[in-house]
Nanobody, 119 residues
Framework: QVQLVESGGGLVQAGGSLRLSCAAS????????MGWYRQAPGKQRELVAD????????NYARSVKGRFTISRYNAKNTVYLQMNSLKPEDTAVYYC????????????WGQGTQVTVSS
């Protein structure tokens, strides 16, 4: 069983930056895709970005492309999300996700971390 623990959320002004971290509590053997989703009040959870095990394949939501960067450090079972030029519409609870492959139904979720961007 893989447990994911997020950190790094908080309150920031528009235009500011935050870095989210997600650490897996156990070996991520077999977990090839790690990523971040977010859910704003009254909206569905959406993919923000994900990354393959080797870091060679990344996938970003159109709304964050060019502002957010996902990276992964397999030796520490950790994935990061660097968020720059934050906008009020980025306000949401951000969830870490891990799964064997994109589209897999057997996936793991973190508890979520709040990101609030003030205007």
């Amino acid at each position: 069983q893989v447990q994911l623990v997020e950190s790094g959320g908080g309150l920031v002004q528009a235009g500011g930056s935050l870095r989210l971290s997600c650490a897996a509590s156990a070996s991520t053997f077999g977990i090839n895709v790690m990523g971040w989703y977010r859910q704003a009040p009254g909206k569905q959870r959406e993919l923000v970005a994900d990354i393959s095990r080797g870091g060679t394949t990344t996938n970003y939501a159109r709304s964050v492309k060019g502002r957010f960067t996902i990276s992964r450090y397999n030796a520490k079972n950790t994935v990061y999300l660097q968020m720059n030029s934050l906008k009020p519409e980025d306000t949401a609870v951000y969830y870490c996700n891990a799964k064997p492959y994109r589209g897999a139904s057997n996936e793991y979720w973190g508890q979520g971390t709040q990101v609030t961007v003030s205007s």
